[in-house]
C-alpha cells in the first residue's frame, strides 16, 4: 500500500501540524470529503446514552509545541531521504464537521503476522462481514464484546474508566470520537480486531490513578492501556492511539502470536515514578510495547510474532518501541520521534529482528541489540540521533507479503495517517 493509496483521509487537525507539514519532504494534504451531514462527539456516559454535540465545521484546533528540528540524513545500508523538519509536539485538533461520522473508514487489508493462517484461524477476521451493533455505554460495550460469538461492535462514546475483557471473534471499531478508558485485556482469545479507537491507561500524569497501583512497587504494578496475552493469537490493531498505560501502552506476552499493529500513535502525558522497588524515577515508567514478560516463560518459545507498520511512536515514550524477547518481530515503516528518549528498537532474548525502512527523528538509541537477540536493520533513515544505528545480525525472512515502502514522504504519511480517523 502506498501514501497515496491510505485508506483514511488525511485530515490535518491543528495549525501546528499545518506548519509542520510545512517544511516536511513529500507534504501534500489532502481534503477530505464534504458532505451535508456534520458528524458529532459523545459524551462521557456513565450509563445513559450521551449527549451529542455539533462538530464545528473546517475548524482548526491550537497548534501544537515545536519540537527539534530535522534535517535529510542518508539511510543506512539503502538509499537515503530526504530528511524532515522542524518535528513538533502534538496540539489538540478542531473537529473537521465532515462527513458521516457513523461510517468508518474503509478497513484496509490486514498485513503481517496477522494475515497468517495458523493455529485453525485462517488469517484474522473478528467479526467478519456481521451487520455492526451500535453501543453507547459501558454496559452495554461490556455486554457486547464479552462472550465467544462473533460481533462487530461499534462504539459510538467515552466511556468511563474500567477494566474491559474482550472475548474472541470480535470486530470493535470507534465512531464519532469513541473513547475508551482504563485497561483492555485480550486474553487467551482468538480473531479480534481493535480499529479507529482512542485508548487511554489509567495512569494519565499519575500512576496513582491506576485502581491496582501498589506503592510498594511503583507504575508496574498497574495496568497496561491494551494486554495481548495467555495465549491469545490472530489479533490485529489498526488506526488506533493508545497512551497513558500505567505499566504499559501495549504489552504482548504468555505465548501470544499472529499479531499486527498497524497505523497507531503510542505516546504518553509527562509523569514520573518515583515510589516502589520498581521506581523508574524521572522515566515514569514510559515503556510503551513490551513483548516477552521474561527470559526464562517455556510457552514464548516459537511464538510472540508480531509486525509492527505504520505506526508512530510519539511525545514522551522513553523506551520499549518495542522492547522484544523469544519471538520473529518485523519493524517497518515506521516513525520515531520522542525527543528525550532512553532507547528505541530492542532485540531481546533469543528475539529475531527485522528493521526496515522506519524514519527515526532527533531521538537517542535507534536501535538497541541485546548481546543475547538478533537484529537485522537495513534502509533506515536516522536523522540527527544518537547512538546505535546499525544492526547486522540475520534477522528472518517474513511468511506473508509485506514489501517496505521508500522512507520518502513517509515521516508525513504516517503523522497524517495513524491513529483514529
Not at 462527513?99 to 474503509?106: E, K, L
Not at 466511556?159 to 470520537?177: F, Q, R, W
Not at 525472512?397 to 504519511?413: D, F, K, Q, R, V
Amino acid at each position: 500500500m502506498t501514501h497515496a493509496q491510505l485508506p483514511y483521509p488525511r485530515v490535518l487537525q491543528s495549525l501546528g501540524w499545518l506548519a509542520l507539514l510545512a517544511f516536511l519532504h513529500g507534504c501534500s494534504g489532502e481534503a477530505s470529503p464534504t458532505t451535508s451531514r456534520l458528524p458529532t462527539r459523545p459524551a462521557v456516559t456513565s450509563g445513559g446514552a450521551p449527549s451529542a454535540s455539533a462538530g464545528t465545521p473546517n475548524a482548526v484546533g491550537a497548534g501544537g509545541s515545536s519540537g527539534s528540528a530535522v534535517g535529510g540524513s542518508a539511510a543506512q545500508d539503502g538509499a537515503g531521504s530526504a530528511g524532515m523538519s522542524a518535528i513538533g509536539g502534538t496540539s489538540a485538533g478542531g473537529s473537521a464537521g465532515a462527513g458521516d461520522c457513523m461510517v468508518p473508514p474503509a478497513a484496509p487489508a490486514v498485513q503481517g503476522w496477522a494475515s497468517v493462517d495458523s493455529m485453525n484461524q485462517n488469517g484474522t477476521t473478528g467479526g467478519g462481514d456481521l451487520p455492526p451493533q451500535v453501543v453507547t455505554t459501558l454496559t452495554e460495550f461490556k455486554q457486547a464484546v464479552g462472550g465467544s460469538a462473533p460481533a462487530v461492535v461499534y462504539l459510538n462514546a467515552v466511556l468511563e474508566p474500567a477494566d474491559i475483557p474482550i472475548g474472541p471473534n470480535k470486530t470493535i471499531v470507534g465512531v464519532c470520537g469513541a473513547e475508551i478508558h482504563g485497561h483492555l485485556g485480550i486474553s487467551r482469545v482468538s480473531n479480534v480486531i481493535l480499529r479507529n479507537l482512542k485508548i487511554q491507561g489509567y495512569g494519565v500524569g499519575d500512576c496513582t490513578k491506576d485502581p491496582s497501583f501498589d506503592p510498594v512497587v511503583g507504575c508496574s504494578s498497574g495496568a497496561d492501556a491494551v494486554s495481548v496475552t495467555s495465549q491469545s493469537h490472530h489479533i490485529w490493531v489498526d488506526h488506533c492511539d493508545i497512551s497513558d498505560g500505567t505499566d504499559g501502552n501495549l504489552d504482548i506476552n504468555a505465548g501470544s502470536d499472529f499479531i499486527t499493529v498497524s497505523w497507531t500513535k503510542f505516546h504518553y502525558s509527562p509523569r514520573t515514578d518515583n515510589v516502589g522497588d520498581d521506581s523508574t524515577g524521572v522515566n515514569g515508567h514510559r515503556f510503551s510495547n513490551l513483548i516477552g514478560s521474561g527470559d526464562n516463560v517455556p510457552e514464548d518459545v516459537g511464538h510472540l510474532n508480531v509486525t509492527w507498520h505504520h505506526d508512530w511512536w510519539a511525545d514522551n515514550v522513553n523506551q520499549r518501541m518495542p522492547r522484544t524477547r523469544r519471538g520473529k518481530i518485523h519493524v517497518v515503516n515506521n516513525l520515531y520521534t520522542p525527543v528525550g528518549d532512553s532507547y528505541c528498537t530492542n532485540s531481546g532474548f533469543e528475539t529475531h529482528l527485522l528493521v526496515e525502512n522506519n524514519v527515526y527523528a532527533g531521538v537517542k538509541n535507534p536501535l538497541s541489540p541485546d548481546a543475547n537477540g538478533d537484529m537485522l536493520a537495513r534502509n533506515n533513515v536516522f536523522d540527527k540521533t544518537t547512538g546505535t544505528t546499525t544492526a547486522n545480525g540475520t534477522g528472518f525472512t517474513p511468511p506473508y507479503t509485506l514489501a517496505p515502502e521508500a522512507t520518502a514522504g513517509l515521516a508525513t504519511a504516517i503523522m497524517t495517517g495513524a491513529g483514529p480517523h
